[in-house]
């Protein structure tokens, strides 16, 4: 299943600006990056498989008119580009929706005949493609091959009367790909074949832009014993390094347990934390989420931003859901203890339900959403770090009972 790169008809016809820029984003700098994300110094020229970024998360959506929408109106993101029927795109429309350094594409079937119907049909909403930039496509697929990787779509340029991309992808886990994209000698406002395109929607809440500035890491869940096997394509194909394991007591409540294991890309800017399920007394919010997704995928989206209280305080305005935190984690001495002074008074973290963690480089503070669509498959997390690189060790026990009690409530633990 691919994304079709389609040329636009007539711009005007179809209500699009002339220009194919909307006016820019306001984007994190490097300096910004490595407050944000943990940024590192990296030199590409030493890689076999560089990777500079992500590129995009790709949605697969029941309606994507709709969750575009949503998007924009809860989350605060911003429409940059579209292409549709409008655009000669017969089978789908696709809305690219942009938050900082964050760039979603949401797509749904518009042909009743499209194989996106049979993709969502199996797994219902959730990422389709994780998209990476990298600045050498061929010289990537070339290692990637050779080193027992699936190329789903061989290097290719897709040109317009802006530029050219150059991509090719790679199959991961379940029905998930990588999209290899080099967009350095493209000016268009995403690839050839979508054309600039704001939306009218206008959010008094959001009105100083959304506070979600980045993407964090992407975590993926697999099936049993699959988990080591993933972690080491990451590192033999795109010679990824491990970051972080988390097993045994680490990672197990009462009732339910998971492994999970961290790679990242030579920067850290990209990281992909893989989790399997473990035995325990009950399923697993890993068990729950491969029967729901039917199969293994992407179960949530850390994002970053700076400024988590107003985040979450805008987000709750406009009916995001978090999970819950009981106040007794809040009272917890050992955990007063253990984080030592945040920049906000605990009591402020309480009131939004906000977890903390500190580790030797620094603290962090995190909170998850409930999931985004109909089945408990794929949601949100957001990140604010104050030097740490971790992942919230500390709060894995808190996290897992919350997500627990949902399970529970939902007939499913």
Known sequence: MTIEHVHPTD???AGTPETARTAEPTLPTEGDLR????LVDYD?????FPVIGWDALVWVVGNATQTAHFLESAYG???EAYSGPETGNRDHKAFVLRSGDARF????AVDPDSPLIAHHDRHG?????VALEVPDVDRCVAWARAQGATVLVEPHDDTDEFGTVRSAALAAYGDTRHTLVDRSRYEGPYLPGFVARQSAFRASTHAEGSPIRAID????NVELGRMDEWVEFYRRVMGFTNMAEFVGDDIATEYSALMSKVVANGNHRVKFPLNEPAAGKKRSQIDEYLEFYRGPGVQHIALATDDILGCVDALRREGVEFLDTPDAYYDDPELRARIGQVRVPVEQLRRRGILVDRDEDGYLLQIFTRPLGDRPTVFFEL?????????????FKALFQAIEREQQARGNL
């Open 383 to 395: 990140i604010e770090r104050h030097g740490s690189l971790g992942f919230g060790k500390g709060n």
């Open 11 to 13: 711009q005007a016809a």
């Open 77 to 79: 993101m911003r429409r």
């Open 125 to 129: 909403d959730g990422i389709v493609d």
């Open 44 to 48: 590409t020229s030493r890689d076999p």
């Open 35 to 38: 407050t944000l994300v943990g």
């Open 217 to 220: 890491h992407v975590v993926g």
């Open 105 to 108: 594409v949401i797509i749904g």
